[in-house]
């Protein structure tokens, strides 16, 4: 028998944070999370243009109605204490058990709220299909914060790779309901059923994945113990998950223009899942461990900033350009009004890795509070945005809301410097290679297609894509080879950034 003491350092123990090793662990993590994201994009993005050759605008709007609406309730859930667990240096099984309850009783509370204000909801909106959507979608909430704990665990020691196994179940399950449903005529039940089988699998993989299991008692004093974090960040989820602008596009335009959105964001959001999917996971735990080594912490964001925006800003910048091909031939025509929406939230592209950098390193080093502020102040611009401006027309709106985050962004990057005492040359440093690179592999696209007028749209999307990436490879070894060769040497395990 192990005594108390020994017990409970086993304890402690079992969910510690990395002492040592953790540049590679967080390479080695980066390129699981990378595996994680990119393997879940490519299904996703085949379902995704099925789906969206088999279902209209309206009929695509509608179904994000209802899964925008799940998500404002689930945002009053407090998964933000996952993130608690995550960040706290030291965490005992009570605390764990004490997360789990709290997730899973408050989501049982608002599926059920949720059911009973689902016909006040159809009749509000004018929206009858929301009485039998909203009840199937909605049970994505109970699931996904039952699996809000058993993520956290595998985030907090680094075990991205159980992480991308499970991911990548969840969206071959997706994939296995909604294809056969759509090919069966189910029409827009397909995508709503694979939304809650997808939540289903995520689920059963991570409780599956890690060697804890939930223990009957419910410890109020640890609970306290991760409160004040937890309810910082769960504020700071709230008010990333209202999907404010997808309720007032509903309301204001209509199904049509809020599936051209949808859609939009879509494209937006399985690129972005692809790129910052990888680095949220790895950069909060990371950035978490290294809160008193200010040196350390400073190298290891700038280099996470270098890799993030080299990487980024070709895919959006070249998106915007090729998206005006790009979508009539593989999406179909009738999302060509979808385009100019599209490249407006590839702009949005340029700052979102980097966002999620510093959003990692804001709350990691105990100012969650502040970004949950920074957060609602950009939830109530996106609305003002949309209340003044829905008059004319979805591309208007789009537009508007991305020139009011570019506009907004300079804020985070304030906060930033002053946390790692940077100054803002060399901050901007990192990204001066990837935007020169960009800049010459857009005009190269163009330059393909001027030359090319008469060409067949296959033959031209794929020149274009050609040229664009063997010119932005090219240019930006020119210009940061040393770093590019620093990067390998780090997945190679010759050296390292942070230890």
């Given at each position: 028998?192990?005594?108390?003491?020994?017990?409970?350092?086993?304890?402690?123990?079992?969910?510690?944070?990395?002492?040592?090793?953790?540049?590679?662990?967080?390479?080695?993590?980066?390129?699981?999370?990378?595996?994680?994201?990119?393997?879940?994009?490519?299904?996703?993005?085949?379902?995704?243009?099925?789906?969206?050759?088999?279902?209209?605008?309206?009929?695509?709007?509608?179904?994000m109605l209802a899964a925008s609406i799940s998500f404002f309730a689930s945002a009053i859930a407090p998964a933000g204490f996952g993130e608690a667990l995550i960040q706290r240096r030291d965490v005992t099984k009570?605390?764990?058990?004490?997360?789990?309850?709290?997730?899973?009783?408050?989501?049982?509370?608002?599926?059920?709220?949720?059911?009973?204000?689902?016909?006040?909801?159809?009749?509000?909106?004018?929206?009858?299909?929301?009485?039998?959507?909203?009840?199937?979608?909605?049970?994505?909430?109970?699931?996904?914060?039952?699996?809000?704990?058993?993520?956290?665990?595998?985030?907090?020691?680094?075990?991205?790779?159980?992480?991308?196994?499970?991911?990548?179940?969840?969206?071959?399950?997706?994939?296995?309901?909604?294809?056969?449903?759509?090919?069966?005529?189910?029409?827009?039940?397909?995508?709503?059923?694979?939304?809650?089988?997808?939540?289903?699998?995520?689920?059963?993989?991570?409780?599956?994945?890690?060697?804890?299991?939930?223990?009957?008692?419910?410890?109020?004093?640890?609970?306290?113990?991760?409160?004040?974090?937890?309810?910082?960040?769960?504020?700071?989820?709230?008010?990333?998950?209202?999907?404010?602008?997808?309720?007032?596009?509903?309301?204001?335009?209509?199904?049509?223009?809020?599936?051209?959105?949808?859609?939009?964001?879509?494209?937006?959001?399985?690129?972005?899942?692809?790129?910052?999917?990888?680095?949220?996971?790895?950069?909060?735990?990371?950035?978490?461990?290294?809160?008193?080594?200010?040196?350390?912490?400073?190298?290891?964001?700038?280099?996470?900033?270098?890799?993030?925006?080299?990487?980024?800003?070709?895919?959006?910048?070249?998106?915007?350009?090729?998206?005006?091909?790009?979508?009539?031939?593989?999406?179909?025509?009738?999302?060509?009004?979808?385009?100019?929406?599209?490249?407006?939230?590839?702009?949005?592209?340029?700052?979102?890795?980097?966002?999620?950098?510093?959003?990692?390193?804001?709350?990691?080093?105990?100012?969650?509070?502040?970004?949950?502020?920074?957060q609602a102040a950009q939830q109530i611009l996106s609305a003002v945005v949309i209340l003044a401006l829905y008059r004319f027309g979805i591309t208007v709106v789009v537009v508007a809301m991305a020139v009011k985050?570019?506009?907004?962004?300079?804020?985070?990057?304030?906060?930033?410097?002053?946390?790692?005492?940077?100054?803002?040359?060399?901050?901007?440093?990192?990204?001066?290679?990837?935007?020169?690179?960009?800049?010459?592999?857009?005009?190269?696209?163009?330059?393909?297609?001027?030359?090319?007028?008469?060409?067949?749209?296959?033959?031209?999307?794929?020149?274009?894509?050609?040229?664009?990436?063997?010119?932005?490879?090219?240019?930006?070894?020119?210009?940061?080879?040393?770093?590019?060769?620093?990067?390998?040497?780090?997945?190679?395990?010759?050296?390292?950034?942070?230890?």
């Open positions: 028998m192990l005594a108390e003491g020994e017990k409970h350092q086993q304890e402690d123990g079992a969910f510690s944070h990395m002492r040592s090793g953790r540049a590679q662990a967080a390479v080695r993590g980066a390129l699981w999370a990378g595996l994680n994201s990119f393997a879940p994009a490519v299904v996703a993005a085949g379902v995704f243009t099925v789906t969206s050759r088999y279902l209209t605008p309206a009929e695509y709007g509608l179904v009570k605390h764990v058990d004490a997360v789990f309850w709290l997730c899973v009783g408050s989501a049982l509370l608002i599926y059920g709220g949720l059911l009973l204000l689902t016909p006040l909801l159809a009749k509000f909106l004018g929206q009858a299909g929301l009485l039998t959507l909203l009840p199937a979608v909605g049970l994505r909430v109970v699931f996904d914060q039952a699996a809000i704990v058993p993520s956290s665990l595998l985030a907090r020691s680094m075990s991205f790779d159980k992480i991308a196994l499970r991911t990548t179940i969840a969206s071959l399950v997706a994939a296995a309901v909604c294809v056969p449903l759509l090919l069966m005529g189910y029409g827009a039940w397909a995508l709503a059923l694979s939304f809650v089988a997808g939540s289903i699998a995520t689920f059963s993989a991570a409780f599956l994945s890690v060697a804890w299991k939930p223990g009957l008692n419910f410890s109020l004093n640890s609970l306290r113990e991760v409160a004040r974090y937890g309810v910082f960040a769960s504020g700071n989820r709230t008010i990333q998950l209202l999907n404010s602008d997808q309720l007032l596009i509903g309301w204001l335009l209509g199904t049509a223009p809020l599936g051209i959105f949808s859609f939009s964001r879509r494209i937006y959001q399985l690129l972005n899942d692809l790129i910052a999917g990888a680095l949220r996971t790895v950069s909060f735990t990371m950035l978490s461990s290294l809160q008193t080594e200010h040196e350390k912490l400073k190298e290891a964001f700038l280099f996470a900033t270098f890799a993030s925006s080299a990487f980024s800003f070709p895919i959006f910048v070249g998106l915007a350009a090729v998206a005006g091909d790009l979508v009539p031939l593989v999406f179909g025509s009738h999302w060509a009004e979808a385009v100019p929406s599209l490249q407006a939230f590839c702009a949005l592209g340029l700052i979102s890795c980097i966002g999620v950098l510093q959003s990692s390193l804001i709350t990691s080093q105990g100012r969650v509070g502040w970004w949950m502020s920074y985050t570019l506009i907004t962004w300079p804020i985070s990057v304030a906060l930033t410097l002053r946390i790692l005492r940077l100054d803002v040359l060399s901050y901007a440093r990192q990204f001066l290679a990837p935007v020169v690179a960009s800049v010459v592999m857009f005009a190269s696209v163009l330059a393909v297609r001027s030359a090319m007028p008469e060409a067949h749209p296959v033959v031209t999307l794929t020149l274009e894509v050609l040229t664009g990436a063997l010119i932005y490879g090219a240019v930006l070894a020119v210009l940061v080879g040393r770093q590019l060769l620093r990067m390998r040497d780090l997945i190679l395990k010759r050296g390292a950034v942070a230890s």
